[in-house]
């Protein structure tokens, strides 16, 4: 995701938007979010409290994306150790809120696909909650089938497309 | 089957548009070019019955306009899939008026029908174009009329003679004097600009209506063609807004934390059929559009979105999973248990509904193929047809009589348009933009 555009697009909408009170910065995610390199470790059950820094740093933290199966919303185990490092982030900071943005494949209708990418991150709200971070810190916004990332016709692409992005917001 | 006819009536479609969609201020490099849209004709269809549209005579001072109206008329007829026209190279006689017209000549072409015309100056710089529809093998003239309209508008002339001969013929009311609205999208991820669209229903006169840098979907009309209501992500999440054609001014109508999707209006244009999720997860609710309150109509923890209304206004016809996967089923404006309609195919969803609530269009899927089909419950239970052929279909729009649907497919990354006859026989593409077109909702009748 293209860094200087979210961060625009927040501060349009905190200039524009009605009832945007506060100033909210988001937060640039890692340059690599490829899936390859995800959970390669798992320190976020090390003992010690994270950074601010550490979101940047920590190559648990640093892995913002969790990919679903076809028509799942379960939770595969290989994400678990994502979960839990980042909700123990969460916890740790409550200035940063997280948005949960569901997204789905371009197969169906785009309507239809906007409830799959909710009940996606729906599903990882309810997991980071019950790893312990604070509901109030968490949004879900489903995007459907709006955002791919890939555009091919083929399960390589679509299992990319089946996702929920944690993006940090930080108050 | 026939072999495969194309034919390609670019070289008939020169004539360059008034809206340059992104021409001003988008500065990306990747605007809609052109705007012309090509059509190709994919399938012949043998019932198809034989017209002649010979050339209107132009009879009104000054140089010649830059539309042939005979031309519009000749490719709306050509593309309903009833009629297979003449190509206007194979035109061997030009005559203008009834009394010129050689019957033999046309008979010996194998034509069923041939339509003269011409077009004259009216007041105020208008132009009054006459026609006359006659059947060949009796040599009786089945229609007589004359149009008037501004110089800048008469391709919207020209389908609004199509319509007249299109209800002559078949008995059904013509739909080619409608619009429809899609969704576009030029650029790359994340650098995409999208917008909402106007057309005319061969993809001619295209407007912007609103430009966004996020997601737009979902257009849905008003019963008078006046409003169109729809999603738009500008304000980070979705929300549903109403905006008026003409003017451009809109409101929002729903912006309630979760999902606001699927807005469709009541056949009396007083409520607004939408989906929300602030309760935690898709529910279908009405909204009054006078006081805005809201009912709940489903109450379930599946997926139920994309309501559509039936025509008597007491029933709406919507997706849910709660079977599994997604499938038709129909509830009472008044809520209370829903009934699945569709059983056949593993998975249903986006329906469009006829004008005479027989035939329920949707995005089917099995496997990895999605197509459009079409389920006809005007005998018995009903019998589903696919009338496209993949693999990637979805978003289907009746026309307001019934005869064509439009729908979204894809070639290669790209998103594009068809309308097909509702047999499925006849199928063209709509080229409309150099970007992703999608999200395809054919308009009301219009007025005159």
Known sequence: ?????????????????????????????PSNNDRTEQATTDRSTDSGAYTEASLNSDSCLRQRVIYFDLDKTEIKGEFQAQIACH????????????????????RGSREYNLGLGERRGNAVQSALSSAGAPGTQLNVVSYGEERPTCKDHNEECWSKNRRVEIVYTKN | MPANFVTRFASLLLCLLGTAAWAQGQGQGQGLSSDVPTIVINTGT?????????????????????????DVVRMDLARSGKFKALDKKDVVEFPSRG?????PTWNLLKQAYIVVGRMTDADGGAMRVEFELYDVAKQERLLGLAITGQRSDLRGVGHQVADLIYEKITGVRGAFWTRIAYVTAA??????????????????????????????????????????????????????????????SRQVVSNKKGINGAPAFSPDGTKLALTLSYLGNPDIFIMDLGSRETKRITNHFSIDTEAQWMPDGQNLVFTSDRSGKPQLYQVSVNGGDATRLTFQGEYNAKASISYDGKQFAMAQGTGNVYRIAVLDRSKGSGTMSAISPGSVDESPSFAPNGSMLLYAATDGPRGVLYAVSADGRVRQRLVLADGDVREPSWGPFRQR
């Open chain 1, 1 to 29: 995701m293209n860094t200087s555009l979210r961060l625009a697009i927040a501060a349009v909408l905190c200039v524009t938007a009605v009832g945007c009170a506060k100033k909210a910065t988001k937060v640039a995610p």
């Open chain 1, 87 to 106: 909700s123990k982030f969460i916890r740790q900071f409550p200035n940063y809120h997280v948005t949960l943005e569901g997204n789905a494949d371009e």
């Open chain 2, 46 to 70: 043998a019932a198809a019955l034989p017209i002649t549209v010979v050339p209107f005579a132009f009879e009104a001072a000054g140089a010649p306009s830059e539309t042939d109206v005979s």
């Open chain 2, 99 to 103: 009394s010129d017209i050689k019957f």
């Open chain 2, 187 to 248: 650029g790359v991820s994340p650098n995409i600009n999208y917008a909402l669209m106007v057309a005319d229903s061969d993809g001619y006169n295209p407007q912007v209506l609103v430009r966004s840098r996020e997601p737009l979907l979902s257009p849905s009309w008003s019963p008078d063609g006046k409003k169109l209501a729809y999603v738009s992500f500008e304000r980070g999440d979705s929300a549903i807004y109403i905006q008026e054609i003409a003017t451009g």
